[in-house]
């Protein structure tokens, strides 16, 4: 812990655009949560609702939406403190493995070609004809099979499994565990034995996607199973054969995309979605946590529910859902009047 | 790309039993969808809901189920097309690694014994007493633990584990990352402590069983968790301990299986179910994507929704379920109208 | 097998606290189930239902909570005869790899200590200033990064990834292909952007904790992810960052647990659970399979359902929700009946 990184005020709010209240020589070493912050820290305060931890908190600082008088110290003002936030945190980054270059406990098939500044750490494969651009970290226990491209500056971590002909873009993040191009799910019936579909496709993701943790990305039976520019998955998601992921859509963890969905841009799925296959969904297109999708969505649409229907459609069912013992007894009230109604009639007739 | 492999429409037809319209002797370097043929491709035309891509496509030629007109090239015609597609993505598989042998950078321990033409990778570790069959593929990072028992053909992809004790049939294709064996779930409580119970069971894994990526097949507890001939499952799926899966059954993505589930032969078992722990599904039962099984499925069943029920059952529950607010309205508007007629009649009386 | 371990059932009633009926000097070779046991076996009847099974059973001797006339040979009756087995099935685990020691295909870096007696296996990664504890087991495959902490008697699964900073309590063990601080999944959106926030937090898992297989326990964004002392998890379970897991607490394979979620102590958690973000869950919750939990559950609340609610409350519903064509049928035969009585009345007014 000797030498431990410091930044001043100043130098954040440049960093953030923002404008100090207090003193801008003040040193902070550190970003942390209003309830765990030390004095030495600098704090997040973008949520109202915390106002009350404010008052409590040991921080040094604050970063805000707007100047806070509840808070006795130090603040960094800025339009957008999220932002203003996550741009500070990447100071506190813990450093990364010293290690550099190519370890000899790893294997590099002779025909792969690796760019500038490559580390290639022990237990890694590369198999033939790999093409790795400059500056990609491959972790421990990483396979690269035949054929893969990995573009510059993408980050493979532990355990990875990237299978032959895939390609991989630039700024690219795998996270640990995750399997890339595995062989889609497919089989013909042929008289009661299941035979195997060869999936001769690929799998390709573009520049700037990040891949959670332990996810399985199936490669196309014919084609590509494509996750474009600017894609954010979170862990232990399934995307089957031939699926399209439009750019900059967001996808939360254990999310099953079935084959040949295609999904547009801007896109928002929840955690545990099920998305049958097929499917079509349009851009910016919100799909809630738990749904299961067998129909196609319109872009800028926001569904819920099993089967997905419009969220707030969805919203009014689920209360009804629970009230469907209060909706059965007001049935049978409602037949015994009815009944009672009837025989007074007649009785009367 | 120098090399590429071509067959001629002939071969094809010969391979696939089907027969040539057009120039036999015409050569395709590859089989891909409508949309992406070239015209050096062959496309599969098996659903007739593409007839007008047909007209578009520039394929050089068709695998169809009866002859199409609307198509100007060469065809072949088969009977069952979806079939000989398989068979013809089988002539375009990419070439696996070059590599064969046992690589002198995997650890095998002295006691095991490897059949004939045994490929195992870099980073491939091997413990006692095991035994692996003539022409199994270990790829890198694949973990077999003692006294493992793997067949003839059996392929391996990275990462895979294998723990102690389990046995995995002949032509079997374990996908990357998938764990075999790790301990089954169980404890017993014992004065507010959950005490392990030692999970001492095994897993049997029969002939011609394809898993999916990043899956979990827990041992038994005490007996044998088994997946018998010719299952299929997708990827990130969970068995648990002392679960039975029948002959040719299949098994879709992100569903688990609880102990002691036996699921018969020939199931069909969609992404995301849920199956309760010592249920037990009949043989060519169908189960419906992100159902939840709590009870015993008889044979043919066909079942979907959570709790599950009949199919037919669940399509009308769940179309009335998002009829709900209606169905509510209806009946406050029943309750106004009884009201109404009670005073009627009351005032009347 | 030669060599096999035997135990007499003196042995083993004094391991269990309990007390032989027969021969005390009888000897058995395995702890099986009542279908698959030999003469050689012992075997566990704690479950009434089976008494049909004890009369037919092969096994040698049983281990029950009272005494059993039905079966004809040796018997130990324990007051737990659960724990009784549990106990029993940890006298025949499977010897583990004999290998000791630290094995030269493995990495450490030169600035991490290692405790006594550590076994580190071929293909296992250490990176810098981490520090292993007495006994720790690290097999093939694992991953452990930079300045992580290991406490003594841990066992690391193969394929398990440990990213740096996490810290691992003593007593744990963390099953095959497992990811411990992957990074959380958050981002700001910043003009059609989606900004990493970078994930300095770490994972901090206690004392006795057991992960099972291919599971994902995010780093905190911030502050830390914590799992508790005791606490038991199953396969495929998605834990999000800055979650924490409450003493002794139990859930079960597949669970998705998003950021910020408090769980109490003694929290059983079903199979396919989601939990929305900043929920919180009282001591002794229970949560049954599949809920989709988005308020928080008070102590020792029983809750099951999407949206989750009180476990009777979603029995009654499930139960009328299969019956929903019914009320369905009811309801538009009051509004013909009470058409009729609207007629009647109108046509005699």
């Known amino acids: 812990m000797e030498g431990k990184r410091t930044h001043t005020l100043d130098e954040i709010a440049a960093l953030v655009g923002g404008r100090v209240i207090g003193d801008g020589a003040f040193r902070v070493s550190g970003i942390r949560s209003l309830e765990e912050a030390t004095k030495e820290d600098i704090s997040p305060f973008t949520d109202r609702r915390y106002l009350g931890v404010v008052q409590t908190t040991c921080a040094g600082a604050l970063i805000v939406g707007k100047e806070t008088p509840a808070f006795p110290r130090h603040q960094i003002v800025a339009d957008r403190p999220d932002l203003a936030c996550a741009k500070t945190a990447g100071l506190f980054i813990p450093q990364a493995s010293g290690f550099e270059g190519i ?101 390709r993701i573009d520049d700037g996607v990040e891949v959670g943790a332990n996810c399985a990305i199936d490669r196309g039976a014919l084609g590509t199973t494509w996750i474009k520019r600017g894609v954010k998955m979170d862990n232990l998601i399934q995307i089957a054969h031939n699926v399209v992921v439009g750019e900059g859509t967001i996808i939360v963890a254990q999310t099953g995309v079935s084959g040949s969905v295609e999904i547009g841009r801007g896109v928002v799925v929840g955690g545990q979605v099920g998305i049958g296959d097929h499917v079509s969904v349009g851009d910016r297109a919100m799909i809630g946590s738990q749904s299961g999708v067998a129909k196609s969505i319109e872009s800028g649409e926001m569904v819920s529910g099993t089967p997905a229907v419009p969220h707030r459609l969805w919203l009014k069912t689920s209360r009804l859902l629970t009230r469907l013992p209060v909706l059965n007894d007001r049935v049978r009230s409602l037949e015994k009047k009815v009944d009672a109604l009837v025989r007074r009639l007649d009785g009367r007739a």
């Open 103 to 203: 370890h000899g406990q790893s294997f590099i098939h002779e025909s792969s070609r690796l760019g500038r500044d490559v580390t290639v750490h022990p237990g890694v494969y590369v198999g033939e004809d790999s093409v790795i651009g400059d500056r990609v970290v491959l972790y421990p226990g990483v396979f690269v099979g035949d054929r893969v491209r990995i573009g510059d500056e993408t980050v493979v971590h532990p355990n990875v499994s990237i299978l032959h002909d895939c390609s991989v873009g630039k700024a690219v993040i795998l996270h640990a565990g995750t399997v890339i191009g595995a062989d889609g799910f497919g089989f013909v019936r042929d008289g009661g034995r299941s035979v195997k579909i060869p999936q001769i496709g690929t799998v």
